[in-house]
């Protein structure tokens, strides 16, 4: 029974004696939902001072980038994580996320550069603390109409699954496709490590019903994680509704990050969009404040 079932009991008239403590139940079914945000979204990506911008920015966390192929994936060396954690300890910040964006450029479907990339993901994540780990398949990567590519994909997703699987992992796969589409990779890899990274931009760029898809994937459990993302507007004041957006996911009892990527007006400074998306953000969901 999720929060707004036992609100809408409450309203019928059922008594708290009818369940025991209401309070406690009410409690019991809070979804746990911290606000991150891209460092490169916030100009930072593979620079430790993310930690900083994130905690004067207000952030829980900051979704991590695990590097680029000139750095060779930086956050693989020891030192650099060290660096990281002992940032987020002086500025008493999370990481909210891993990222492998340079699958943008270096895809997965066909690079061995790739393949390694993402086994390696899996040990930095564990490392850091983090659970899921974002598949980035945009520009070069993009799998939309590849069924190549896609084959391919679910061929290398195989392989390193049950590796995620032991770590406690998941791989999260952010892409053009719909959700039955990402359900046909997910069904097709056959493992729970791997799951639907879901931004409401990009689905609504592609004309998806974002809130209709939320539902749908989350009730099977395959939404790992969200991006909170407009383009070329401020959260709110673009064309995903947000409030809508709140409701599929309290519909699917959420829990976990969400974290908020673009959303900068052309011409305007990051840090004070940041400050005003997260506020938006708290407004719509006030359990995160």
Known sequence: MNRRELLKLSAAGFSISTFGNLSELFAASKNV???????????????????????KIGLDGVQ??????????????????????AAATKFNMQFSGLALGELNDVPYKSDPRAEEWVSDSIDVARDLGVK?????????????NDAAGQKEVISRLKRVAQKAERAGIV?????????????????????????????VCNSEQMGYDIYKEIRWLGKQGQICEFHMKENGFLLGAGKVDFKKVRSAIEDIDYNGWIQIEGAVPANQPIFESYVKNLDYLHSIFPETK
Do not use: P
Request: positive net charge.
């Open 64 to 85: 991590l980038s695990m590097g680029n192929a000139g750095n060779q994936m930086h956050l693989r060396q020891k030192a650099v994580q060290q660096n990281y954690k």
């Open 132 to 144: 899921v780990v974002l598949l980035a398949f945009f520009s070069k990567g993009d799998l939309k």
């Open 33 to 55: 939902i911290k606000i991150g945000a891209c460092d490169w979204s916030i100009g930072k990506a593979n620079d430790v001072e993310a930690m900083e911008l994130g905690k």
């Open 171 to 199: 791989l999260g796969i952010e892409s053009w496709l719909s959700a039955e589409e990402h359900m046909r990779i997910i069904d097709a890899v056959g493992s729970k490590s791997i799951k639907v990274y879901y931004d």
